[in-house]
């Protein structure tokens, strides 16, 4: 039995403890990175095909003629073709609730960014400004105290419910909108009540085409003046000229942002402009803590072993 990882880059193996996943099947190819024009050669004897971000579209899937088991080393499946691979009988097994813990833990360190303009400051003490400064401390940048403010969370899954609890360790007052699913849900309020009285709020929900541009102009316009917005949910979800023309504004208090519509972003995206006030991006690295790579690596494991057992 055959394996092949087409983009193990992704998950930086060497910090990990691969034994459970070498001894899984008896061959494994390993690659770091793999680009369209080498997948189908390199899926072409595989039995079971990892891959994070690698499409595995109709085509590739059609002329993959041993291909038993597509593994995602990602909760999205979006880049499989999920009908054909169902027409072929081949599973595809993704890996859920793995990064629950280092997500939120991100979230809340960019929520504490924007309300503190700690890298504002950490970059003006760099430049100098501190140490030519007549007084002991700099008040350049307004600091928010986030106790008693309201986070709106919109997506009450695993990660929403995660960073609503750490905004409720700091005092918040949590907002949850209403299911996109239509279902009346308890304790929900609707988004536009949510939008208007939110001080900050985060996005978890999954990128759909009911979702994708939610954050767009009127959406922005709706949010209380001066609030903050956090993604570290998919970049998808946000009209990102619009975000930019809303930090220029100044009707948004500051973006933090995890995720962009393409990754990684070319040089002349929108948000990577130099004029955007309160902005702050990562490179897409709220999963990536060394615990949260390992459970999604022992979760494809067990998806592997659990196909292999039911064989």
């Not at 005092?171 to 299911?179: K, Y």
């Not at 949910?233 to 995720?259: F, H, K, M, P």
Request: proline share 5%; charged share 20%.
């Amino acid at each position: 039995m055959r394996g092949v990882f087409l983009d193990t880059l992704t998950m930086k193996l060497e910090e990990l403890d691969t034994s459970a996943l070498q001894s899984a099947l008896d061959h494994w190819d390993y690659y770091e990175s793999t680009t369209p024009e080498e997948t189908a050669a390199r899926i072409a004897d595989a039995d079971v095909v990892l891959t994070n971000k690698v499409v595995l579209d109709r085509t590739l899937i059609e002329k993959a003629p041993k291909l038993k088991l597509i593994c995602v080393c990602a909760t999205g499946t979006n880049n499989i073709d999920l009908q054909a691979a169902q027409e072929k009988g081949i599973p595809v097994r993704n890996v859920a609730g793995y990064t629950g813990t280092s997500l939120s833990q991100h979230t809340i360190a960019l929520l504490l960014a924007l309300a503190t303009r700690w890298h504002l400051y950490h970059r003006d003490v760099q430049q100098g400004h501190w140490s030519r400064s007549p007084v002991f401390c700099r008040l350049d940048y307004p600091v928010m105290e986030l106790a008693g403010k309201k986070l709106g969370i919109i997506g009450y899954g695993d990660l929403g419910q995660k960073v609503a609890r750490l905004g409720e360790a700091l005092g918040m007052e949590i907002l949850v909108a209403e299911s996109f699913s239509g279902q009346s849900k308890p304790g929900r309020v609707p988004l536009s009540q949510l939008l208007a009285e939110s001080d900050a709020i985060s996005l978890h929900c999954p990128l759909t085409p009911q979702t994708r541009q939610l954050v767009d102009r009127r959406f922005l316009n709706a949010m209380k003046p001066g609030a903050l917005l956090i993604n570290t949910a998919r970049g998808g979800l946000v009209d990102e000229a619009a975000l930019a023309d809303a930090l220029r504004s100044g009707q948004l208090g500051g973006t933090a942002l995890d995720v962009l519509s393409a990754e990684p972003p070319p040089a002349d995206h929108p948000l990577l402009a130099d004029d955007l006030p309160n902005l702050v991006i990562t490179p897409h690295n709220a999963w990536i803590s060394r615990e949260s790579r390992q459970r999604l690596l022992d979760g494809v494991v067990e998806n592997i072993r659990s196909w292999r057992d039911a064989d």
